[in-house]
Nanobody, 114 residues
Framework: VQLQASGGGLVPPGGSLRLSCAAS????????VAWYRQAPGKEREFVAS???????KYGDSVKGRSTISRDNAQNTAYLQMHNLKPEDTGVYYC?????????WGQGTLVTVSS
């Protein structure tokens, strides 16, 4: 199983971004999919997760500004982020769980700066 995160880039403060996490196999086989991020010099931080198609959770730092979703037909999960702030800068990783095993993607860099 491989997960490929993409969609990162340079975004001005207040901007929006949609990250994608494409699975090499069936996305529907995963119990849950989540996004984590890691800023330079900081520990990895939980961003959001989705179990099934509608059960979502968000970290306090992104709550109200982000939406996680998954499209099993496209084998892809998404993280839509709005009103981005400089503190949202970091490498964003997707992770998915299947039968107790976690699979991590390689990360995509998001830089929020003017």
């Amino acid at each position: 199983v491989q997960l490929q995160a993409s969609g990162g880039g340079l975004v001005p403060p207040g901007g929006s971004l949609r990250l994608s996490c494409a699975a090499s196999g069936s996305m529907s086989s995963f119990n849950w999919v989540a996004w984590y991020r890691q800023a330079p010099g900081k520990e990895r931080e939980f961003v959001a997760s989705i179990a099934g198609l509608t059960s979502t959770k968000y970290g306090d730092s992104v709550k109200g500004r982000s939406t996680i979703s998954r499209d099993n037909a496209q084998n892809t999960a998404y993280l839509q982020m709005h009103n981005l702030k400089p503190e949202d800068t970091g490498v964003y990783y997707c992770v998915a769980n299947r039968r107790g095993d976690n699979y991590w993607g390689q990360g995509t860099l998001v830089t929020v700066s003017s």
